[in-house]
């Protein structure tokens, strides 16, 4: 069964760089039929698309996020990870990765929860 | 691209059956049979429940049905139990590697 578990600070200062790392169990991020993307949810708010990831590396991304998200892959570690640039308290939320199939989202991480604090 | 739109609440009692809408554009919904839903218990992760606009995961009852017509796709929730109630979200494939979701829907189990 596939498994993914997001990790990374809980915390991140106005300004700074959010980072999160995706682990991928039971199955390879480096499959051809896979993709990967990453969701957040800001506090009692919907569901926000931010980017996927093909596995050969194509990066897509949401146009509103693009010019602040970064998505990277790291096959050897069975890792797919993001960063989110000058970071607002806008940016507080639940964060999601997921993989991609049939352009749905099939298996998703438990979350994390990132808070942007001064 | 905007949000699809979802209405904020739907409810019903057990055993009945209620439709929540998802209503997006010809750039998205209309376009592409790329629509899902899921479902998001309090504290939990989102759940795909529909892709494909009609399409069950294995192992998704067949209690939960997905539809469109036009621009509004639709989920169905058939025969209502007490563990449905849940937050419902809609997504589409928006063209050019973009997704969209919908604002989402409380579904309370009267």
């Known amino acids: 069964q596939l498994q993914l578990q997001e990790s990374g600070p809980g915390l991140v200062r106005p300004s700074e760089t959010l980072s999160l790392t995706c682990t991928v169990s039971g199955g390879s991020v480096s499959r051809s039929d896979n993709f990967w993307g990453w969701i957040r949810q800001p506090p009692g708010n919907g569901l926000e698309w931010i980017g996927n990831?093909?596995?050969?590396?194509?990066?897509y991304y949401n146009p509103p996020l693009k010019s602040r998200v970064t998505i990277s892959i790291d096959t050897s570690k069975n890792q797919f990870s993001l960063k989110l640039s000058s970071v607002t308290a806008a940016d507080t939320a639940v964060y999601y990765c997921?993989?991609?199939?049939?352009?749905?989202?099939?298996?998703w991480g438990q979350g994390t929860l990132v808070t942007v604090f001064s | 691209q905007s949000a699809l739109t979802q209405p904020p609440s739907a409810s019903g009692s057990p055993g009945q059956s209620v439709t929540i809408s998802c209503t997006g554009t010809s750039s998205d919904v209309g376009a592409y049979n790329y629509v899902s839903w899921y479902h998001q218990h309090p504290g939990k992760a989102p759940k795909l429940i529909i892709y494909e606009v009609s399409e069950r995961p294995s192992g998704v009852p067949d209690r939960f049905s997905g539809s469109r017509s036009g621009n509004t796709a639709s989920l169905t929730v058939s025969g209502l139990q007490a563990e449905d109630e849940a937050d419902y979200y809609c997504s589409s494939y928006a063209g050019s590697n973009k997704w969209v979701f919908g604002g989402g829907t409380k579904l309370t189990v009267l």
């Open positions: 997921a993989r991609v199939s049939n352009l749905a989202f099939d298996f």
């Open positions: 990831m093909y596995y050969s590396g194509s990066t």
